[in-house]
């Protein structure tokens, strides 16, 4: 299945899920966006596809790479580790944050309720990530060191690079 | 840090070449006279070159692309009217400080590729096509040969609105806002259906957001629209006189990936999108870099 045979509406993430697992089956897809930027360079992301109803990419990371506390507005996404471990984390207010490790063949969905981060665990990791509606603006959280949580509205584009230290906590 | 691929900047010898004509388009001193028009007072620092320079700085901008002023009209004069101006424009934009590149313009009331390849391999950034020209199949079909040269060299093609009809008792708003906007629309739906089929690999700037026709694409689907509105990654949108909220709407529909600086200055300002530092790096810079081809563009 590629994105020429998905139904004509936005997918759910189920479906996201589907999608992810049989891109993966697909190097010829992806496989030649897949490159490691020299250290100090962002990480290394391309759009594989856009449309009026999905969104995919694929995104490379090194151990450094961390999203930020972030969720993606009203659209649902999948996500699935093709090589290497991401890790992938759930903020608890008041108490240690849930973490989980993701790595090569597992994958993760999840909802527009849904807010994580991830960080690339393993050298050379990559992972194939799918969003409908297509990503547009996300809710972007820092977490003060008294615990405070605070959101900011930013465009798609902020998901691709770290916001300051205190979003890190 | 950025690039604004849309301004315009009257030199010294186009002004002349204006200057010198007897019948619209013409200036008389700073009026110009345009058909179908009221006489318009033309802001002569609005085209000083020092004081661009500081506009340029100010905003950011390391580098701008000027372009004719489409709305003259004067690509759709006959060639033996076009063409002193076209070579004036050409001659005069050539000669502007690094700072700046220009997009090529040509003559459409007769298409001769062999002007337009000698202009575009003398430096300049790419072809600017009035969207007058580009309405349809027929607009396209015109002018392939020009299109063909654009993509044997790798260069963008620039759609800019051209002249808009005579409006009665219309205000100054007017144009920008109708039959601007409406030209734009009718180009970039022409290229999805007759441009994009036959000139696979030509990367195109759709100026002022194409008049924000990718908007429309659920009505596209809708009416039987191919391919799910999936987004051509070689087609641009410009972002002259939009700010936040149409920005913001385009940005839904088509991605961040393909939208791209323009100011059209001296008639308007770099936007504030409020979309944030990593959205404004982007369109300043990472797109253009892509678009125009330059060292350092990002690959797809």
């Known amino acids: ?169 | 840090m950025g690039i604004d691929v849309h301004q315009h900047i009257w030199t010294a010898g186009f002004v002349d070449s204006l200057r010198g004509r007897a019948k619209p388009p013409f200036l008389d001193g700073w009026t110009l006279y345009l058909d179908g028009e009221a006489p318009y007072e033309v802001n002569p620092r609005d085209h000083d070159l020092d004081h661009r320079l500081a506009f340029n700085r100010e905003h950011d901008l390391d580098l701008a692309l000027v372009s004719l002023s489409s709305p003259l009209g004067i690509e759709h004069l006959p060639p033996e009217d076009a063409w002193p101006l076209i070579d004036a424009y050409h001659q005069g934009a050539l000669e502007l400080p690094a700072s700046f590149r220009a997009w090529a313009s040509t003559c459409v009331a007769e298409i001769d590729p062999s002007p337009t390849a000698k202009a575009l391999d003398s430096g300049f950034a790419g072809l600017q096509l009035p969207a007058t020209a580009l309405r349809d199949a027929a607009g396209y079909a015109r002018v392939a040969p020009l299109l063909d040269l654009l993509e044997d060299r790798d260069l963008p093609l620039f759609v800019h609105p051209g002249p808009a009809a005579a409006c009665d008792d219309a205000p100054g708003w007017w144009p920008a806002v109708v039959p601007y906007v409406q030209q734009m629309h009718a180009a970039w739906y022409a290229f999805r259906a007759f441009g994009r089929p036959r000139h696979p690999r030509l990367r195109v700037c759709f100026a002022l957001l194409a008049g924000l026709a990718p908007l429309h694409v659920e009505r596209f689907i809708a009416r039987g629209g191919s391919s799910r509105g999936t987004v051509d990654p070689d087609a641009f949108l410009e972002t002259s006189s939009y700010g936040h909220q149409a920005i913001d709407a385009i940005t839904r529909v088509v991605g961040i990936e393909v939208v791209v600086l323009g100011s059209d200055a001296p008639y308007a300002s770099p936007p504030r999108t409020l979309l944030g530092e990593a959205a404004d790096h982007t369109i300043a810079v990472t797109n253009p870099a892509r678009l125009l081809d330059t060292k350092g563009a990002v690959p797809r």
Request: glycine residues 8%.
């Open chain 1, 1 to 169: 299945m590629s994105w020429e045979s998905l139904p004509e509406r936005f997918l759910d993430k189920r479906e996201l899920r589907a999608l992810v697992e049989d891109l993966a089956d697909r190097p010829d897809l992806w496989s030649h966006h897949i490159a490691f930027g020299e250290t100090g360079e962002a990480r290394h992301y391309a759009s594989l596809h856009r449309d009026s109803f999905v969104d995919i990419w694929v995104i490379c990371w090194r151990p450094e790479d961390d999203t930020g506390w972030h969720d993606h507005d009203v659209s649902s996404g999948a996500v699935r580790v093709i090589a290497g471990t991401l890790l992938e984390s759930n903020p608890r207010i008041g108490g240690a944050h849930v973490e989980t490790l993701v790595s090569e063949g597992e994958s993760l969905a999840f909802g527009p309720e849904h807010i994580h981060r991830i960080n690339g665990q393993a050298e050379h990791s990559v992972s194939i990530h799918a969003y409908s509606p297509p990503l547009w603006r996300l809710g972007q959280y820092s977490i003060s060191e008294d615990g405070v949580m605070r959101r900011a509205s930013v465009s798609y584009a902020d998901e691709l690079r770290q916001v300051d230290a205190e979003a890190l906590v």
